[in-house]
């Protein structure tokens, strides 16, 4: 079974950056999606970022222009890269990946250090 395994997480203060890493334990080639998710308290998970197997992206409105995702194919990992980060970014970030069935990571905490 696939496993993913998420880094890079922490505090941060307004305005700072950071990344975050999703390890994938195998080749990420065959994925059709993989896409960052975030969960803040008492609200609903959202989607934050994706990358489509051909490469293309798109980003919640909320985060273009800020975030960037991508993926090292040799590596099997996927990041996203968060700069001008917000006081509102603060949430609990998943890694997704699809292949048929959909795969999460175990989600990385990014607070805000305000």
């Known amino acids: 079974q696939v496993q993913l395994v998420e880094s890079g997480g922490g505090l941060v203060q307004p305005g700072g950056s950071l990344r975050l890493s999703c390890a994938v334990t195998?080749?990420?080639?065959?994925?059709?999606?993989m896409a960052w998710y975030r969960q803040a308290p008492d609200k609903q998970r959202e989607l934050v970022a994706r990358?489509?197997?051909?490469?293309?992206?798109d980003y919640a409105d909320s985060v273009t222009g800020r975030f960037t995702i991508s993926r090292d194919m040799r590596k099997t990992t996927l990041y996203l890269q968060m700069n001008t980060l917000k006081p509102e970014d603060s949430a609990v970030y998943y890694c997704?990946?699809?292949?048929?069935?959909?795969?999460w990571g175990q989600g990385k905490q990014v607070t805000d250090g305000s």
């Open positions: 997704f990946a699809q292949r048929g069935v959909g795969n």
């Open positions: 195998e080749s990420i080639f065959s994925f059709s999606v």
């Open positions: 990358i489509a197997g051909g490469g293309s992206t």
